[in-house]
Structures are given as C-alpha cells and as structure tokens.
DNA sequence: AACGATAACCGAACAAAAACCGAACGTCAA
DNA sequence: TTGACGTTCGGTTTTTGTTCGGTTATCGTT
C-alpha cells in the first residue's frame, strides 16, 4: 500500500469519517468547504490519487453526479442483528430468553456477509474457554445449510445439545474438532448444524 | 453495500425512525411533507433508490394500500477506530506495522465509551490463549490513566513487555490476575498502564 | 542558486445523475 | 362508493462530478 502524504491523508479521514459517522459520502464541495478550497477540481484531484493508491473506490460511471464514494478498506458501518438466544455447551439453545425482549446487537459490517440470515448468541458458562470463547461472549452466526471445513460452527448433538466446534466433513462422518488442538474431537454422523461463527465480540463493562 | 447521498440517507434514517418510534410506517404523503415536497412520486422515487441499494425492502409489488416498510438492514453507529499496533504478549507493542497503513476498524459504537481515546490492537501468538485472546483478535483499548478494579488493562511491565491481564489495585503493589482464575497471577509495583480494554472482536475469515 | 518534478491549487464550462413536480390512474378497505 | 393510498408517466430544475488549460508551492538534487 502506498503512502500518502499529509493532505491526503486528511482528506481522507475525512472521507471514512463522514461516510462512517453521517452515513452518507460527502459531496466534493462539502470536502472543498472543509478544506477551504475554491475548486472541486482540487477535490477531484485529490481523491483519484486516493483511488490510484488504493484507499478508495471511486463510482466507476462515467460523467455524472453526486455518486457515492465507496470506501476501500472495510469502512462499512454496522449492522443491527438480533439477540437470538442464550448458548449453553452440552444443552439446548435457549431461545426464550431474548425472544420478549427482542434485542438487537451492533455488529460491524465485515463480520456480517448476510445480514437476513445471521443472528446473535450469547454464551453461558465457562464450557467454552478451550475454544477461546468465555462466558458472556456473543458469537455472531450465520444460518448456512453446507459448512466449510475448517468453518466453526453450532452444532446441535443429538438434535439438542448446543457445542461451537471446528467441522470437518470425513469419509463418512463428521468431525468436530475443539479449537484448542489439545482436546479430543468428537465425532457425530449426522449432526444437526445450527449455523457457522463468523465472528465474536467480547464486552467489558464500563466501570 | 452501496453507500448512500445525503438526501437518501435523511429519508432512511426517517423512515426507520417512525418506524421504530411509531410502530408503522409512515404514508408517502407524511414522509413528503416532513421533507417539504410537493409531490408523493419524489418520495417514491427515494423509496425506491433506497430499496436497489439494498437498505428497503417494500412491500410486495401489489397494488396497494399503506403496508408497512419492512428494513432489511438497520443503519447504526458504528465509530472508526484507528489500528494502532500489535501486540504480542511478552513483547513490546509493534506500533510500527500499522503506522503508514493508516486502517481503521468500524466499531460498535457502544463498545467506545470515548472515541479519541480509543484505539484498536491486533493480537499476535497464541501466548494470550489463556485469557480468552487468539491470534488475531482486535482488542479496543482505551486509554485511561486510572482503570478500576476488575478492568482488564493493556499493561507494560518494565515498561516495554505487553501483557493483558485483569487490574487490581492492592495494599503497596499491583495485582495483575490472568482471566484464567486458575493461572497465577503477576505483582507488580509500578507497572505503566497502556490503557482499559472496552471490547474485543474475533473475526473469522468468510470462506 | 537553479532546476525539475511532483503536489496542490484554481475557475469556467459542461453533461448527466439526482431531485423534483403535477396530474392521472388503480387498488384496497371501510 | 368513497376516500386514502401507492403507482406510473411525462416532464423540469438543481446538484454534482468531470474535464481542460492553466498557476502556484514544495521538495529533493544537482
């Protein structure tokens, strides 16, 4: 990736910022304004360079008006996804306990490829601690029929006990293997899978 | 996703509003006059917009009497936080890596209590397994002088070794007591404090 | 100090997208 | 049948990014 120099990097945090922060991507004059610029050709200067060093995409239209810029790096914005349920290894999914209170979690974007289909869980207990995971984490997930190997995923033993396990599709098995190598996989012939982690988030309180 | 303009993303953030205050969503007419237009076909049109980007999903073609809008996607504060380093446990933090490369990471918002303080740190090595961290996480840091007891804290003992460990504050020494209760903890006199972790988030790679 | 290269800047003219309008139309529920 | 509502159709106006031909800073090198 190649460096930029002060200006531009100014404008664009400047750029990211709006489009993070506001939701919308700022016209060229709202850039020349906040620069003190008389001339959106500067602007227009100023972030083709940005897109030939690779921080942003430019709307690939010809001519045209107030298109969009698109952010490069995964500057997207967050996503609300709902509080599915409570995960507990070794029982059911408790999807009583959030389903009242139908709360919706913040996740940013890039953990999130579809957001119709992806959903929150938290975990109980300290089951999971081998597998990096503590209790209170949320695990976000994603609801996918064909696993990946190597793809962590809720699997439900038995058609009921909930466990966050590695899977890998063998000969005529399935494998499902601890995040911590140390510990013995288990192995299952049909388990039902609930759906594949894509990404957990940890909060700590603010004292 | 495609980004939006500013008009577009006022009439987004009204639309999802009444519908989150008001229950329904609100008639053409309604959104026109809180946007001061005369015409019902200019709101359509935005609706319409709204939808091909993929934040709207309208009620199905038929003809039509007021039916609710349902979102796909809730729009909501996330912060963009700088990438500050990395940090391995036992090592100085690397704050060189991710110097020019200027990234920055879309956080839940209500995982960053104050925005100029916060900072993110990707974790390397397996050496922080025991307190819930893996290779590759992101930690949000927050700097702040005088963290509470209970917080876990970016620590750097001699001043140069980076470890992450919860922070109690004892008699005449520091107390600094892995997540892992049953793992010893580290005493320390005067041990500089990087910072509070607010937050981590594990990303696992979309295959 | 002189040179060249690159970054930063300017203003005007232009075309196309975005935003807008009014009126007529169809549909559903009360 | 009567509204209230969303939809469609034809425009017009406004906003915006692009382009072009330049001028000034800035910086490293000779």
New interface residues.
């Given amino acids: 990736?190649k460096?930029l120099t002060k200006k531009q990097?100014a404008i664009l945090?400047y750029v990211?910022?709006t489009?993070?922060?506001?939701?919308?991507?700022p016209?060229y004059e709202e850039i020349a304004k906040n620069f003190k610029l008389r001339s959106k050709a500067t602007v227009a200067e100023h972030l083709a360079t940005l897109e030939a060093k690779g921080y942003l995409k430019l709307p690939g239209g010809r001519g045209g008006a107030?298109q969009?810029?698109?952010a490069a790096?995964?500057?997207?914005?967050?996503?609300?996804v709902p509080l599915a349920g409570l995960i507990t290894a070794g029982k059911p999914i408790d999807t009583d306990a959030a389903a009242d209170s139908n709360e919706?979690?913040?996740?940013?974007?890039?953990?999130v490829?579809d957001?119709?289909n992806t959903y929150v869980l938290k975990v109980r207990g300290q089951s999971m601690?081998n597998e990096?995971?503590?209790d209170g984490?949320l695990v976000i997930v994603q609801r996918n029929p064909s696993p990946?190997n190597?793809?962590?995923v809720v699997a439900l033993l038995d058609n009921a006990y909930a466990t966050l396990k590695k899977f890998y599709r063998e000969q005529n098995r399935i494998r499902l293997q601890p995040?911590?190598a140390a510990m013995q996989p288990i192995y299952a012939k049909d388990p039902l899978i609930q759906g594949?982690?894509?990404?957990?988030?940890?909060?700590?309180q603010?004292?």
Same sequence: chains 1, 2.
């Fill in positions: 990736m460096s990097s945090k990211l910022g489009l993070q922060g506001e939701g919308y991507s016209t107030l969009p810029i698109n790096l995964n500057i997207s914005r967050a996503v609300l919706a979690i913040a996740v940013p974007a890039d953990l490829a957001p119709a601690v990096g995971i503590l984490d990946k190597g793809d962590v995040a911590n594949v982690v894509r990404g957990i988030i940890r909060k700590f603010t004292t």
